[in-house]
Nanobody, 127 residues
């Protein structure tokens, strides 16, 4: 089992920035690809960003490219999401997730290919 705990959400004005963190514990040796998803009220949980096991490969949703940056520290078992130039459309609950094996370098964007999830952290961007 892997446990994930997100932090760093909050309220920010449009144009501002937030940094989300996710700490993993448990069977961290089984963690390969990690990702961030978000879910706005009444909407599906959508892929935001993902990062390969060694951090050398990243993938972003079109809506966040150039504004968000995902990174990871395997020695600390953490993954972060730096979010800049936030807009009200970024308002959602953000979830950290771990992809099912054998993904290690390829990054899936399908929710069903992730099997561990954090509890989520709320991000609210005011206009």
């Amino acid at each position: 089992q892997v446990q994930l705990v997100e932090s760093g959400g909050g309220l920010v004005q449009a144009g501002g920035a937030l940094r989300l963190s996710c700490a993993a514990s448990g069977r961290t040796s089984s963690i390969y690809v990690m990702g961030w998803f978000r879910q706005a009220p009444g909407k599906e949980r959508d892929f935001v960003a993902g990062i390969s096991q060694n951090g050398g490969n990243t993938k972003y949703a079109e809506s966040v490219k150039g504004r968000f940056t995902i990174s990871r520290d395997n020695t600390e078992n953490t993954v972060t999401l730096q979010m800049n130039s936030l807009t009200p459309e970024d308002t959602a609950v953000y979830y950290c997730a771990v992809a099912k094996p054998p993904f290690s370098s390829l990054i899936p964007s399908t929710r069903g290919l992730y099997n561990y999830w954090g509890q989520g952290t709320q991000v609210t961007v005011s206009s």
